[in-house]
Every structure is written in structure tokens, then in C-alpha cells.
């Protein structure tokens, strides 16, 4: 099964500053009590976005004119706290392909890549200044270059750091591993005819 | 060349090095359930995949049924209703065996899978549950794994995985009266640390795991993941395959005989080499409860609470003063006589019949303390049954404990068993993280069944020796 080359992110970015941002901020537990992760998307910073009786805060991602960001900009140790998958998949969900942050938990960026959305880091000068652009310009067109490990925006650009591994992967559409293990196929049944308890 | 059971399994399952580096290994036996599947089988449909090797696909509910009027449906509980609806689905359109309700077979997917002759030695099993380690007390390779994790072996009956480091735990010696598998598992856990697992597998052995019954070694094998490794096992021997035979899924007649020759002989070699090897005394280990929010603050009974101030290190001072905050706990005092509101003696670590056995044996002609909330939950719907044929449940319920239906209950709360503020609970499940047992602010002490029966009748946290007058107590710890 081919996946797709991620070569290029281009999108909306918007900002969701802080340190330490943990996956129970991301998608609060109490919304793992559920049988897909389709309508994750939604509870998405669920608890930072509304006050206790559901009503919306103010927040860049209920601020119509961050509508549509497909690129997170944030802090330090971003993914942080368990490993749940839904966090990632809560982004994904909610429309997001790629995190620009200072650093991930390794966990989450992992699950990110399975998901074929890459994390990358830079520094925090350079985050602020793209999260003041997207402030200035919300319509800005940012463009992460997996290959050159690069980001554009308007006439400015800087370096991002995917780690090589990942880097390779997203180029080479193996960033999920479904695809190479599904074309072990006939490996896996030699494997599994040497093993007796295998029987059909 | 010798070689660990560790090496052997991985080897005999290894299909072929991946571009990443990591090990395309074909998982034997998959086990799934209720809160972890779902989404699993949503990719796989997203995909349009299908399931690759559905007789090695198990299923079972646990988490989220109600432990009262269990065969009532629907539950309470709409979203619980919403989940077993959709394993039953899941399970009758790709063709699983599903151990439901109404099979009369139905437990914790750690307690189905060895009852059922599923689990057996030198096999690769994975399910999308930390406690999967548990399956390893029968020689087998067991881990937990991540939602994608499970759409793979679904789609491919194989994961991609990075192979660990084995370390050897050796318990010697003979363990004192009072001192159970949860005391070692307790012991080995605030020795090494509750992240001193990370990327190893532990090899459990020595005198005190050749005694140990089946259920027992279960039970240390369980909380592997509270050690921070993610698979843990014990080599098989006579007692694994005395629990074994005739059990529905194991071999019959010559293939059993078969089968008992490889996993003879998939022991790990006594010669072969281990990355780490671990001594540990059996005398030197005491009834050991948890008085903070890590499997690793562990103490013996017989101790005190720790005294932040005692400590030099900044950062260990600051997460005893964090865990002792949330615990509400005296620093220095005794651990003994904090009083406690709830007693749960259940889960995949302790919900055995063994496990209700042995506490029977002490509560019976004894009392609940007033203002103790005390529940016993069977593992599994043949662990309730065998109970009630051997009279220990009605033991429970005239001590005055409820005597509930098979499930995980307060173990993570995902179902109607919870804690209410900032109760405290004696429990025989395996995690102490902060709000673990349903309610925020809700305290829990890990211990073995026999300490929650002590802590049901005295009312507060004791040591069970004394209560029960074990013999030669005093001589112990
Ligand atoms: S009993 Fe507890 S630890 Fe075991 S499977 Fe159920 S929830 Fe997980």
C-alpha cells in the first residue's frame, strides 16, 4: 500500500503558546470514552477553549479568523503526559498536518508521524516571529519543506529540525508503518507456518 | 549457542528487519477489547483493509461492564452500551471469537486469555492493554500496544518493533509467612525504580518463582508495566503445563505431547546471557503497601510514611511532597492506622480464585469494619462461578463485602465502580496515579488481597500478620 510523500506542508498556521502542553490538555480524558476517533476533532483543548458550562473562551482556535489553520505553533515539551493516541489524532481530526514547536515528548511525535504529520522544531525567536505574522496576516500562507527542513512564509524563512529518521520516512511515504508491513505479506505467512499454534 | 526464552520467541516470530531499523514481528495471539479496539477497527475500515487472521484474534468486554445486573442491557451507562455494541460488531463481521456476556466466559482480558488455554508458552502476544505482561507468566512474549499498534496486527497479524534488552530477576529463598506475589512485585518495583524497565524485558526466576503457583506468577507478571518494562515472563515448567492441559484452546492427545516438548524447550538455556541480572532475598521482603502516586513509593507495612525533609535529593524531596499532598498523608508517620473509606480486592493483578481464596480464609467469622465500603470482584464470569462452588463468595458477603460480577470495576473506573472525593482505597489493582479509581481527588494504597482484608476489618491500613495472627509474625521483617 503506497502512502503519500510528504514532501511539503502549506497551510494556515495558528498559535497556541505555552510550555509543557500535555496530551490531557490536547484531548481530555474523559473524551476517550469513545468508539472512533472521527468526532475527536472537536474536543480538540476542549477544557482550555470552554468555561465550565460548555461556552466558548476566548482562544486562538475559536477565533473564526485562525478558521481553516492546518500548521500549530507552540512552546517546549509539546505532547508532553500519557501516551494516548488521541491526542494526535484529535489535531489530525481537527485539521492539522504538521506542529511547529520548540520540542515534543517522544511519544507524541511518533504517534504525529504515524499519522503522517510532522512535528518540527525551531527555536522560540523563530516561532514568535511566524506566530506574529499569522497575527498580523491570519490568511498567511506558511509552507514547511520536509526535505530542506525549512519554513516559508511571506518574503521570510528559517530552519526547522525533523530528525533524520522521520525526515526519510515522511519523503519516502513510509511514514506509517501499515504499508511495509502489508508487503512483508509472504514473509509473514512463512513466519507464521514454521509456528504450529499458528494453524488456521 | 544458548539463548534466553526471550531470544528464542522473538527469533522463531521475527519476519524481516524493517527499512526503519525496527523488526517486523508476527504476534501469535491478539487480544482485544472494548476501549481499545474500536477506533482500531475504524482505521482498518478507513483503509479498506480487513482482519488478516481473525482465529488469532480474541475478544473479550471488560472495563466498562457494570459488576451489578451485568446480564441487564442496556447499561446505565449509553457510551458503555455504544462500546460493547460495537465489539460485538466488530468481532461478527471480521469473524472473532468473542468471549461476550452471555458465553458465561467473559473476564479481564488477562484473566480470559490463560483460563482459556489461549495463552501459552512461547508465543507472541499483544493486546491494546498495558497489563498484557501478564501472559508471560506462561513463557510467552506478551506486551501492550497503541490503537495504530492494533489496527496492524489486525490488518497483518504483525507489528514493527524494536527488540529489548532481557534482564534476570532472580527471587531466592523462601518468602516469610504473610508475604504474597503482590509483596515481590511491590518490592522489585520500589527497588528498580518505576521507570527502570524501560526497554528491557524481565525474565522473573529463582526458588521463590519455581514455587509460585501459576496465579501467582501472574500477578508479578502483571505489573512489569509499573516497573516500566513493557513484557515480563517466567520460563515454563511442569506447573505451567499441569495448568494448561485441557484447557479449550491447548492441543489434545499427541499434539499436546507435542507441544509440551517445544515449550520445554523454548526454556531460556542456563547458560545464556543476560544484559542485567538482578539478586533478590526472599526474607528480605515484607508486606509492602504504596503510600504515594507511583507503583514505586512503596514501603513495608511495618514502615513509616517518608519525611520529605529526610530527603537530599531536590528533585525526589519535591515529588514526595507532591504525592503526600495529594495523598493527605502525614510525612513520617506510621502507614499503619490510616483509616480507609473503600476495600477492593479484584483486577487483572489480583482477581484471581487463588486470590479471593486466600482472603476468604482470613475473613471468615470476621467483620467489615463500620464505614468501610468493601467490594470483591471476580476476574473473570469461571472465577465468580468456581467462588460460589467453593462457598467463598457467600465468606465475602457475610464478612460483609459485596460480592459483585466479573470485570475491572474500581480498578480504573470506567464503569459505575468509583470513588467518590477524596476517599481512600485499599486495593488490590496495580496503579496508584492520581485519580485512577474515578474521582479526582480519590487516594489509593496498593496491597495484596490478604492486607485489603485486614484493612476491610480493622478499618484503617494493618498489617495483615497481626490481624489474622499469621504464625510467626513476630519473627518476620
Ligand atoms: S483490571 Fe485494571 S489493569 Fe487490568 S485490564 Fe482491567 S483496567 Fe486494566
Request: charged share 20%.
Amino acid at each position: 500500500m503506497a502512502l503519500e510523500k510528504i514532501v511539503t506542508v502549506t497551510g494556515k498556521a495558528v498559535s497556541v503558546p505555552g510550555s509543557d502542553i500535555d496530551t490531557d490538555r490536547i484531548i481530555p480524558a474523559r473524551f476517550m470514552k469513545c468508539v472512533t476517533f472521527d468526532g475527536l476533532g472537536e474536543y480538540l483543548f476542549y477544557d482550555v477553549r470552554h468555561h465550565e458550562d460548555g461556552t466558548p473562551k476566548t482562544h486562538p482556535l475559536n477565533d473564526p479568523k485562525h478558521a481553516g489553520a492546518s500548521i500549530l505553533l507552540s512552546g517546549v515539551n509539546f505532547g508532553c503526559g500519557s501516551s494516548r493516541e488521541h491526542a494526535p489524532q484529535a489535531l489530525h481530526k481537527a485539521g492539522f498536518r504538521a506542529v511547529i514547536a520548540q520540542s515534543f515528548a517522544e511519544i507524541f511525535f511518533g504517534n504525529c508521524a504515524t499519522l503522517g504529520m510532522p512535528c518540527a522544531a525551531a527555536t522560540a525567536e523563530d516561532i514568535e516571529k511566524l506566530a506574529a505574522a499569522v497575527e498580523a496576516n491570519p490568511v498567511l500562507e506558511v509552507t514547511i519543506d520536509v526535505e530542506k527542513n525549512r519554513v516559508f512564509f511571506g518574503d521570510d524563512n528559517f530552519t526547522v529540525n525533523i530528525p533524520d529518521s522521520a525526515r526519510e520516512a515522511f519523503l519516502a511515504g513510509q511514514w506509517d508503518p501499515i504499508g511495509e508491513l502489508l508487503e512483508g505479506e509472504a514473509n509473514v505467512a512463512n513466519t507464521a507456518g514454521a509456528l504450529s499454534y499458528m494453524g488456521a | 549457542m544458548s539463548q534466553s526464552l526471550f531470544e528464542k520467541v522473538w527469533n522463531a516470530h521475527a519476519v524481516r528487519e524493517l527499512s526503519n531499523g525496527q523488526t517486523q514481528l508476527l504476534i501469535g495471539t491478539h487480544l482485544i477489547h472494548e476501549v481499545t479496539s474500536p477506533q482500531a477497527f475504524g482505521m482498518l475500515r478507513d483503509l479498506g483493509l480487513t482482519v488478516k487472521y481473525p482465529h488469532r484474534t480474541f475478544a473479550t468486554v471488560d472495563h466498562i461492564v457494570p459488576t451489578q445486573s451485568q446480564t441487564v442491557e442496556p447499561f446505565a451507562d449509553p457510551l458503555a452500551q455504544e462500546m460493547i455494541e460495537a465489539l460485538r460488531k466488530n468481532c461478527a463481521e471480521f469473524g472473532i471469537t468473542f468471549f461476550d456476556i452471555a458465553t458465561g466466559h467473559q473476564g479481564i482480558v488477562h484473566v480470559v486469555g490463560p483460563e482459556q488455554g489461549i495463552t501459552q508458552p512461547g508465543t507472541t502476544i499483544a493486546c491494546g492493554d498495558s497489563h498484557t505482561a501478564t501472559h508471560g507468566a506462561f513463557g510467552a512474549i506478551a506486551f501492550g500496544i497503541g490503537t495504530t499498534q492494533i489496527r496492524d496486527v489486525l490488518a497483518t497479524q504483525t507489528m514493527a518493533l524494536g527488540k529489548m534488552k532481557v534482564r534476570r530477576i532472580n527471587v531466592d529463598g523462601e518468602l516469610p509467612p504473610g508475604v504474597y506475589a503482590k509483596d515481590v512485585i511491590l518490592h522489585i518495583i520500589k527497588r528498580l525504580g518505576a521507570k527502570g524497565g524501560i526497554g528491557y524485558a524481565y525474565e522473573y526466576g529463582g526458588s521463590v518463582f519455581d514455587d509460585f503457583s501459576m496465579e501467582e506468577r501472574m500477578t508479578v507478571c502483571n505489573m512489569s508495566i509499573e516497573g516500566g518494562a513493557r513484557c515480563g515472563y517466567v520460563n515454563p515448567d511442569e506447573k505451567t503445563f499441569e495448568y494448561l492441559k485441557g484447557r479449550p484452546h491447548c492441543p489434545e492427545g499427541a499434539e499436546w505431547d507435542t507441544a509440551v516438548e517445544r515449550w520445554k524447550a523454548v526454556a531460556s538455556d542456563p547458560d545464556c546471557h543476560y544484559d542485567d541480572v538482578v539478586n533478590i532475598r526472599a526474607e528480605d521482603i515484607a508486606p509492602s503497601v504504596t503510600w504515594g502516586i507511583s507503583p514505586d513509593h512503596g514501603i513495608f507495612v511495618t514502615e513509616s510514611i517518608p519525611d520529605p525533609a529526610n530527603e537530599s535529593d531536590p528533585e525526589k524531596r519535591k515529588s514526595i511532597e507532591e504525592a503526600l499532598e495529594y495523598m493527605k498523608l502525614p510525612a513520617g508517620a506510621p502507614i499503619a492506622g490510616t483509616p480507609v473509606d473503600v476495600c477492593f480486592i479484584g483486577s487483572c493483578t489480583n482477581g484471581r480464585v487463588s486470590d479471593f481464596r486466600e482472603a476468604a480464609k482470613f475473613l471468615k467469622g470476621r467483620r467489615v469494619a463500620a464505614n468501610v465500603k468493601a467490594i470483591a470482584v471476580p476476574g473473570s464470569q469461571i472465577v465468580d462461578t468456581i467462588c460460589k462452588q467453593e462457598g467463598i463468595d457467600r465468606v465475602f458477603s457475610d464478612a460483609g463485602f459485596e460480592w459483585r460480577e466479573a470485570g475491572c470495576s474500581m480498578c480504573l473506573a470506567m464503569n459505575p465502580d468509583k470513588l467518590v472525593g477524596d476517599q481512600l482505597c485499599a486495593s488490590s489493582s496495580n496503579r496508584n496515579f492520581k485519580g485512577r479509581q474515578g474521582s479526582p481527588t480519590g487516594r489509593t494504597i496498593l496491597m495484596s488481597p490478604v492486607m485489603v482484608a485486614a484493612a476491610a476489618v480493622t478499618g484503617h491500613i494493618s498489617d495483615a500478620r497481626e490481624v489474622f495472627e499469621v504464625e510467626n509474625a513476630a519473627a518476620v521483617a
